[in-house]
């Protein structure tokens, strides 16, 4: 009990320091504003004449305003999936700091062992993320709701839940891993900053994915923060998807679903293979476990090495 309270305190903690910190959490959710000033200025259009060449000649049957909803379904996905990112790498920035500032000193003269310390800097991370992460879902499908149907049932809510952990857990594993190499804030600055201008284009949360030429596109679906975008994008937009393709009502023989699963990226496709959604949640599981393991291995060794 001692040392679960001692790893409990820690994680308190950590939390505390990251929620108080204002500067943190806006510039955790920096990337995500971006996204959304982009689509409000230029985004919106490019996503919706990628809909409409695939909707070419079905204008007839489906409705302006599951259109509307379609794309802006893809622009919470953008935002949660860079906010899964984000806000993650922030959180883990007291590492850094805690260095900086000596405090890992103190930590290290506790009789808590390295290994809690590190874990309590994870579970910190991660709490944090997810009710962070949690709060923009709920704010972006209540505008959703507000603004017309989504068409979501209740499994779709549990799976984004899921999905949203999941992203989570992979992004703080994969970010605390680089977080033993850098030894004063400026630097974790400068990796924030290229992190916040590639991880829209990654993710396809910028410009679909489908626009890269096949070499891009293999290398981004290795990443599994593209495979936690995917998996979002199908269960927050995928009501609205199969709702239009309803009103097409099979004139098509599914050509229109086929096309806007192909040019959205609505499965994780890599040299060759495409995963089914129970493989791509597989293949990040395994990342993230590969990435955990790693940090149990390796940080107790290197944490408070000068």
């Given at each position: 009990m001692a040392k679960l309270r001692g790893l409990l305190g820690l994680t308190k903690r950590n939390m505390m320091v990251f929620f108080n910190d204002k500067g943190a959490i806006f510039f955790s959710m920096l990337t995500p504003i971006i996204i959304l000033a982009l689509y409000?200025?230029?985004?919106?259009?490019?996503?919706?004449?990628?809909?409409?060449g695939a909707a070419a000649g079905l204008s007839n049957f489906i409705s302006a305003a599951d259109v509307d909803q379609f794309v802006n379904g893809l622009l919470l996905t953008g935002i949660i999936s860079t906010a899964l990112l984000t806000i993650p790498y922030n959180a883990l920035e007291i590492i850094v700091k805690d260095r900086?500032?000596?405090v890992d000193l103190d930590m290290i003269s506790t009789p808590v062992k390295r290994w809690e310390i590190i874990l309590s800097y994870f579970l910190a991370a991660v709490t944090a993320a997810f009710l962070q992460t949690m709060i923009v879902l709920?704010?972006?499908i209540?505008?959703?709701?507000?603004?017309?149907s989504m068409y979501l049932v209740a499994s779709d809510i549990v799976k984004l839940v899921g999905v949203i952990f999941l992203g989570t857990v992979s992004s703080t594993a994969i970010f605390m891993l680089f977080m033993m190499f850098f030894r004063n804030m400026g630097t974790c600055s400068a990796f924030m900053g290229i992190l916040s201008a590639v991880s829209g284009f990654v993710i396809g949360a910028y410009i679909p994915l489908s626009e890269f030429n096949k070499t891009i596109q293999n290398v981004c679906n290795l990443v599994p923060a593209t495979g936690i975008s995917i998996l979002i994008r199908n269960y927050l937009t995928g009501g609205v998807l199969r709702h239009m393709d309803e009103s097409i009502g099979g004139v098509d023989n599914g050509a229109f679903m086929d096309a806007m699963r192909e040019v959205f990226s609505?499965?994780?496709?890599?040299?060759?293979?495409t995963f089914s959604l129970n493989q791509s949640c597989i293949y990040i599981i395994i990342v993230t476990v590969i990435f955990i393991a790693a940090i149990r291995l390796i940080y107790p060794k290197v944490y408070n090495k000068r």
């Open positions: 409000l200025l230029f985004l919106k259009n490019t996503f919706v004449s990628s809909l409409e900086e500032d000596k709920a704010c972006g209540g505008i959703l709701a507000v603004n017309g609505f499965n994780q496709c890599t040299f060759g293979k």
